[in-house]
């Protein structure tokens, strides 16, 4: 399973920006997805993921109410919208996905995309 996030690049603070995270497999709706980030410097940290049946989400205590996670079966496509967005937003996000968990554990995940850079400017 190969996964290609896109979408980021730079924006002001308190701006919003899409994150897309597209996936190679027919056999996405079975798969939990989420989004992890790391900022530079820092280690890898979980921020966001949802349930095959879009059923359950969960949030970091840093985005919670400023981002969410959704995901369109159809298009073997998860997105991350990012509003409100803080300089200590940026950080490289990455995409992933597994059949077995949902939360924040990231090596509960099998499969993770290339990540895509966002930069939040004061």
């Known amino acids: 399973v190969q996964l290609q996030a896109s979408g980021g690049g730079l924006v002001q603070a308190g701006g919003s920006l899409r994150l897309s995270c597209a996936a190679s497999?027919?056999?996405?709706?079975?798969?939990?997805m989420a989004w992890f980030r790391q900022a530079p410097g820092k280690d890898r940290e979980f921020v966001t993921a949802?349930?095959?049946?879009?059923?359950?989400?969960y949030y970091s205590d840093s985005v919670q109410g400023r981002f969410t996670i959704f995901r369109d079966n159809a298009k073997n496509t998860v997105y991350l919208q990012m509003n409100n967005v803080k300089p200590e937003d940026t950080a490289v996000y990455y995409c992933?996905?597994?059949?077995?968990?949902?939360?924040?554990?990231?090596?509960?995940?099998?499969?993770w995309g290339q990540g895509t850079l966002v930069t939040v400017s004061s």
């Open positions: 992933a996905g597994g059949n077995r968990y949902l939360g924040e554990y990231m090596y509960g995940y099998n499969f």
């Open positions: 497999t027919p056999t996405f709706s079975t798969y939990h």
């Open positions: 949802i349930g095959w049946d879009n059923g359950n989400s």
